[in-house]
């Protein structure tokens, strides 16, 4: 089972200053920035993804810059992502059109034919047909019954185009694996679209619509579909939001999958922040330390208008609570003085009060225990990847991009081992090349297997 990362410009600055929260001086964005693999110094996945509808053009703007696409266009995929070195050429390189992008559309604002262009263009290695994505889901139906009249519709429209896109593709002479998408309102729809699909002529199936559907849900669609397809047809998962999850799926002989979840779970989960491994294998998550930027959080903003706190009290206690922080981690000062500064000004910051104005409240007794675990058991002191090595406690401070971006990055790569370290991975995947000589002379440069706890 391989791991894909599906990159959305997640590079970060490595000159940032974290002492006093700048950029590197004279920084020019992208071409000073570096990529996971890069600050890493071995790759955090199997292979990366990009979205046309993240890359953006003339149809449908992205979040790359003109000049961006016009440059991933023009250099293509891997020189754009930084995988032309020798350590990185045999990773896979996977497109999608970005179904949720256009998803209020009539119809997708893309062709078969300009989609297959664009995955030649840009080098892909693998590239998936223009779907139409569906979000009605209804595990009860049997069979092909059911469906809403614009479900079915984008079903047909989703087939449609993997028609056409096989064709558009048989000129290229194999330069990237085609895959058909899977888009359903049942397991059962979803199982006649694989069907339909392999009838086309398709080997490689991706599975999309997955997003908000429960484990138990897309199990239910893998089991149906694999009942109707022959056991050696490939299936990847697109936008796997149940990672953590992942060796759970190992029965139905999953090829890859790509996800984006270790990463902005650093920054976009309430409690979840960091990952390290425990020695069962499974994952543990500790709660990442808030202590956001006084003149940029808005409800300690509200809270200065509203006279509760003033600009210099509110600048005095997060540098308060920094600075306790920092000393703990040299051993300088007690957990629970530590923890005492971080609430004092975490509390305003997340519950728009001051802490005093809460006596009592459930909300901040939970969060001083979550802190107090995170604190504790210091667990940026039990990873040895390049990002903890490097940045001490600084790597669990929730506060501003680079930081989190690069807690993010150490939680690809402990995420990247756990699956690496599946029992079983699967047979399918022979033509999802990863390189040998970054699986293991880049990993041993950094002290063995990453990001593993010093048990």
């Known amino acids: 089972m391989k791991f894909i990362f599906a990159d959305s410009l997640d590079h970060v600055d490595p000159g940032y200053d974290f002492l006093r929260d700048r950029y590197a001086e004279a920084r020019v964005p992208y071409w000073d920035d570096v990529y996971p693999h890069e600050i890493m110094g071995y790759a955090p996945y199997d292979g990366m993804l990009v979205s046309r509808g993240i890359v953006g053009g003339a149809v449908v703007g992205g979040k790359y810059t003109e000049a961006q696409a016009m440059r991933f266009r023009r250099v293509g995929a891997r020189e754009f992502l930084r995988l032309d070195k020798p350590a990185f050429t045999n990773l896979p390189i996977f497109g999608d059109c970005g179904a949720f992008t256009y998803h209020k559309e009539d119809r997708p604002p893309y062709t078969p034919g300009d989609t297959a262009e664009f995955y030649d263009d840009g080098r892909f290695t693998h590239g998936c047909s223009v779907d139409h994505i569906i979000f009605d889901f209804d595990e009860s139906l049997s069979g092909f019954e059911g469906g809403t009249e614009d479900t079915r519709r984008r079903f047909d429209i989703t087939l449609e185009n993997a028609a056409e896109f096989l064709k558009a593709t048989a000129h290229m002479s194999g330069r990237f694996t085609p895959l058909g998408v899977i888009q359903g309102w049942s397991p059962g729809s979803m199982a006649e679209a694989a069907r339909r699909l392999v009838a086309m002529g398709y080997n490689y199936l991706a599975l999309g619509g997955t997003v908000p559907l429960k484990a138990a849900q897309i199990k239910a669609c893998l089991r149906a579909i694999r009942d109707v397809i022959p056991s050696n047809v490939r299936l990847h998962i697109l936008g796997f939001a149940k990672a953590d999850e992942i060796e759970t799926f190992q029965p139905f002989n999953i090829t ?15 409690k979840s922040n960091y990952y390290l491994p425990t020695p069962s294998g499974a994952l543990t998550y500790y709660t990442a330390i808030r202590v956001p930027q006084a003149l940029e959080n808005p409800k300690l903003q509200r809270l200065a208008k509203q006279g509760a706190l003033n600009q210099e009290q509110l600048v005095s206690m997060e540098h308060h609570a920094l600075n306790a922080l920092r000393a703990y981690d040299r051993g300088e000062v007690e957990l629970e003085e530590t923890l005492d500064a971080v609430l004092a000004y975490a509390t305003p910051a997340l519950m728009g009060a001051p802490i005093g104005d809460l006596p009592g409240v459930k909300a901040v007794e939970e969060l001083r225990s979550r802190y107090r675990r995170t604190l504790t058991d210091k ?8 990002i903890c090595t490097s940045l001490s406690i600084e790597v669990v401070i929730f506060r501003a991009s680079n930081r989190n971006k690069r807690r993010g990055i150490h939680n690809l ?10 029992p079983c991975r699967s047979e399918f995947d022979d033509d999802i090349q990863v390189s040998g000589d970054q699986g293991a002379a880049e990993r041993s440069a950094h002290g063995g297997v990453v990001c593993s706890p010093c048990l």
């Open 256 to 270: 890859s999958f790509d996800t984006t979840s270790p990463l902005i779970r650093a920054f976009k989960d309430a």
């Open 379 to 386: 667990p940026w002191k039990m990873c040895g990847c390049p």
């Open 413 to 422: 790569g402990v995420y990247e081992a756990l699956v690496r370290n599946l």
